[in-house]
């Protein structure tokens, strides 16, 4: 039961939710378009953005 006690110290701050933003404040312009990221709680990224050609012949 103490640990029990203990959770209930450290996760209220984990479990509060994320304020509202405005998505927009996420969008970046890159050279091809704009990129729109996400805020989930409380960490903000860009998901999905390919970084570099696939490798072609021996490596």
Do not use: C, H, N
């Not at 903000?44 to 021996?58: L, N, Q, S, V």
């Amino acid at each position: 039961m103490r640990a029990d006690r203990k959770l209930d110290r450290v996760t209220p701050d984990a479990e509060q939710p994320t304020p509202a933003y405005d998505p927009s404040e996420l969008d970046v312009q890159v050279t091809g378009g704009t990129v729109r990221g996400v805020r989930e709680r409380g960490v903000e990224a860009w998901r999905g953005i390919p970084f570099a050609a696939p490798p072609r012949g021996d490596l």
